[in-house]
């Protein structure tokens, strides 16, 4: 059975600290990893990983890929009370049906 | 957001009523999905759509239904709406030949 695993499921943190949010995989076809950021609503796009060792980044938010290992990490650097929300990991692992498997999810907590 | 509206938002209703949700879209995208949202266990998938009338099952779809008639309208049915149905639904969309999945403002139900 396809599985996503995100840890921790929660964490809280002050400002100003870096985080590492983690997500393991466990599916017979993979194609794709991305994560989703959701606030007190819908989840809304953060990356997409396809390629092993190749940073995407965007502003204080850097995400990596292992297929080896079979995980990725989602770093935040100098977190703000603003990056307070759910974080979302999911595998996309059906072939040109975008169906994706995701993860519990890890709830952040920026305190000022 | 302005692409996929959802209704309704709010619905409560009683054991064994049958129940419609509608998902509507403006951007002519040929995937919609349905999930659900459940505290511990992120998104998981009821159904999903690649085409008008072209519909397959997700992980979670015992007690749920769908039709698509049209391009821009996805339905998710309960039949016979069950305590366990309580949750949020979301619906989502994607261009073909993508991963990105954009998401609509949910739909929380609640079955009493």
């Known amino acids: 059975e396809d599985k996503v695993v995100q840890s921790p499921l929660s964490l809280v943190v002050h400002e100003g600290d870096t985080v590492t949010l983690n997500c393991s995989y466990e599916?017979?076809?993979?194609?794709?990893l991305l994560w989703y950021k959701q606030e007190k609503k819908a989840p809304t796009f953060l990356f997409m990983l396809t390629s092993s060792g190749i940073e995407k980044k965007s502003g204080r938010l850097s995400s990596i890929l292992d297929k080896k290992e079979l995980f990725s990490i989602l770093n935040i650097t100098a977190t703000q009370t603003g990056d307070s929300a759910i974080y979302l990991c999911a595998v996309e692992a059906a072939k040109d049906t975008g169906k994706l498997i995701f993860g519990q999810g890890t709830t952040l907590q920026v305190k000022p | 957001d302005a692409g996929i509206t959802q209704s309704p938002r709010h619905k409560v209703t009683e054991t064994g009523t049958p129940v419609t949700l509608r998902c509507h879209q403006t951007e002519n995208h040929r995937y919609m999905y349905w999930y659900r949202q459940d505290p511990g266990h992120g998104l998981r998938l009821i159904h999903y759509s690649y085409g008008v009338k072209d519909t397959d099952k997700g992980e979670v779809s015992d007690g749920y239904s769908v039709s698509r008639s049209k391009t821009e309208d996805f339905l998710l049915t309960l039949e016979s709406a069950t305590s366990s149905q309580t949750s949020v639904y979301f619906c989502a969309i994607s261009p073909a030949g993508t991963y990105e999945q954009y998401f609509g403002p949910g739909t929380r139900l609640t079955v009493t």
């Open positions: 599916v017979t076809n993979f194609r794709s």
